[in-house]
């Protein structure tokens, strides 16, 4: 079966420090992958994917992320961190031939001022 | 464009008492998604809707839960009866179409607590 794996349950950096969560996948073939992010009493919202080309996706907020496919993983990162984008994280990608995601556990991130 | 709409946003009630959630996908979005999230976790899949017939419901309790999609909009989650364990946030998300690479956009949930 795919899967998504985030080894950190949490992570904490500084305020104006580089930021990255962590994601590793288990697929056959090609993969599509997906960040999301979830803040208090909301829903999920979409940041970025990964379909095909570069291998650099640039997401919504500044966030980016690179796939890097020998060593099958999707971490998500940020040049500058932000208070405000203390969330939750999660990393998920479809089934094979249907749209369900199949979601991390979550990281959550706590960025300090 | 309006994203996806989700009533109640919270709801308590008693064991063995019965439950409905309502959603509104984003227009145009063929296909509609509950997810149910339980607290530390990721959200799982209950049950995925195309237009209105079930393309997935696997890991749907059907002794409990049920759900429907009239006319291919609105949608419909419905717990009967509720234990304990089903204290979770339960999620909306539609997108375009079927397909891997389609993004999916969630609505707020509705935060359910069974007491």
């Known amino acids: 079966a795919q899967s998504v794996a985030q080894p950190e349950d949490q992570v904490n950096v500084a305020e104006g420090n580089p930021l990255t969560v962590k994601c590793t996948y288990s697929?056959?073939?090609?993969?599509?992958l997906f960040w999301y992010v979830q803040y208090p009493n909301r829903g999920l919202q979409f940041l970025l994917k990964?379909?095909?080309?570069?291998?650099l996706v640039k997401g919504s907020y500044g966030f980016e992320a690179e796939f890097n496919k020998s060593q099958t993983s999707f971490h998500l990162k940020k040049p500058s961190a932000l208070v405000s984008d203390s969330a939750l994280y999660f990393c998920a990608l479809p089934q094979p031939g249907n749209t369900p995601l199949v979601f991390g556990k979550g990281t959550r991130l706590s960025v300090i001022a | 464009e309006a994203g996806v709409a989700q009533s109640p946003r919270y709801k308590i009630i008693e064991k063995r008492q019965s439950v409905a959630f309502w959603c509104n996908p984003i227009?145009?979005?063929?296909?509609l998604y509950w997810y149910q999230q339980i607290l530390g976790q990721g959200p799982k899949l209950l049950i995925q809707?195309?237009?209105?017939?079930?393309?997935?419901d696997s890991q749907l309790p059907k002794d409990r839960f049920s759900a429907e999609r009239l006319k291919g909009v609105d949608s419909t989650l419905k717990i009967q009866p509720a234990k304990l364990e089903d204290s979770a946030v339960y999620l909306c998300?539609?997108?375009?179409?079927?397909?891997?690479?389609?993004?999916?956009?969630f609505g707020p949930g509705t935060r359910l607590l069974v007491l």
């Open positions: 809707f195309q237009n209105n017939g079930v393309v997935d």
């Open positions: 998300a539609s997108s375009l179409a079927v397909a891997g690479g389609r993004t999916q956009y």
């Open positions: 227009s145009g979005h063929a296909t």
């Open positions: 697929v056959s073939g090609n993969p599509y």
């Open positions: 990964y379909i095909t080309g570069d291998n």
